[in-house]
């Protein structure tokens, strides 16, 4: 789409317009896919179906497309050029994966419009069918995903790592990712105030020219994971005009109002939520485990005070499904709910 002409807030504006004042966003990817019976227990996480099961990768996406997103996010949250390096292949095909994957975005997306448009729902009193827009949002992973160790969710790189040792991690993959076709990039659990500013002047440097989503997560519902206020953080965001939209991801839904009312307090842009399943991700073992008894059930019975806070695009991360996704559609739409 690109914002040639188009002010990145009305990019956003017109979208919430066009899906009826909210949006849903989709649901976990990497946590779907080993639901499918993908074993992701690899340096490369989900981005590893990029190379072995694309077609899953694609279903997915299509899943949640019927589940009543309007926002689905690509598969290179972990896929980067230096963790297919990693694996020995070569830097032509490590670029060719990721802009794959914002293609096998795409191609779900034009199954799905398809499908629409052929009436194949017709059967189904759903809403869905109204409420057509659909974009597809590239995925970048923090400089923590790519360590593999659920370092994300620490935001605590040490001293060596610095504001350029994070832009050139991140160069050369987010050029690959805006011209790949994608609407918009998403970048996603974001972990502290530095990777937010390399991300700022990035988008700066390289021209970037389709708009983009910050997204930090939380452990505390106050800082960011590594410390840092998430007010600040979203000061960051707030300072780019190509930010049209900034929120919270893979973060507890318990944490998610209060952090939307800080997000608040430092900038009009459009709030976005996706919180996880509420469980607890280990690095190690890269298992979730349980930690205050959250399930899906009351994930979505928040999503009425979610949007009183202020939030306009909802959706899920981590351990959240389809499910997840068509009960937040249906709480956000329904007349009836
Ligand atoms: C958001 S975490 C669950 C992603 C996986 C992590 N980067 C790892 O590879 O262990
Ligand atoms: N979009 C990614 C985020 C992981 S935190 C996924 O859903 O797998
Ligand atoms: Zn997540």
Redesign the pocket.
């Known amino acids: 789409m690109g914002l040639e002409g188009v002010e990145p807030s009305s990019f956003m504006a017109d979208f919430l317009a066009g899906c009826g004042g909210y949006a849903v966003v989709?649901?976990?990817?990497?946590?779907?896919?080993e639901r499918h019976g993908q074993d992701l227990n690899d340096p490369l996480?989900?981005a590893k179906c990029l190379i072995s099961f694309p077609q899953l990768v694609r279903r997915v996406h299509l899943d949640y497309l019927e589940a009543g997103a309007n926002v689905i996010?690509?598969?290179s949250?972990?896929a980067t050029i230096q963790g297919f390096e990693a694996k020995g292949l070569s830097i032509e095909e490590a670029e060719t994966l990721i802009k794959r994957s914002v293609e096998i975005a795409c191609e779900a997306r034009e199954i799905y419009l398809q499908r629409c448009a052929k009436g194949y729902w017709d059967f189904l009193d759903s809403p869905k069918i109204d409420r057509h827009p659909v974009l597809v949002a590239a995925?970048v992973?923090s400089y923590g995903?790519y360590l593999a160790d659920g370092s994300?969710y620490s935001g605590n790189y040490g001293a060596s790592v610095t504001l350029e040792t994070l832009k050139e991690f991140h160069r050369r993959r987010l050029q690959i990712l805006a011209n790949s076709g994608a609407d918009l990039i998403?970048f996603?659990?974001i972990p502290n105030k530095l990777e937010a500013q390399a991300y700022v002047e990035l988008l700066k440097e390289e021209n970037i020219d389709i708009p983009a989503w910050f997204s930090f997560?939380s452990t505390d519902g106050t800082n960011v994971v590594s410390g840092d206020p998430i007010t600040e953080c979203a000061k960051i965001a707030d300072s780019c005009s190509q930010v049209v939209a900034v929120g919270i991801?893979?973060t507890p839904p318990r944490l998610i109002h209060g952090l939307i009312l800080s997000i608040r307090k430092v900038t009009n842009k459009p709030v976005i939520i996706?919180p996880?399943s509420g469980e607890t991700y280990n690095g190690e073992t890269k298992q979730w485990e349980k930690t205050r008894g959250e399930t899906e059930e009351d994930f979505v019975s928040y999503v009425g005070k979610w949007r009183d806070a202020g939030a306009c695009l909802f959706g899920?991360?981590?351990r959240t499904t389809p499910n997840t996704i068509r009960a937040i559609s249906r709480a956000l739409f329904d007349k009836s709910s």
Do not use: F, K, P, R
Request: contains cysteine; negative net charge.
């Open positions: 989709d649901g976990g990817l990497a946590t779907e896919l996480w989900s996010i690509g598969a949250y972990q995925s992973g995903a994300e998403a996603e659990t997560s991801n893979c996706y996880n899920g991360c981590c």
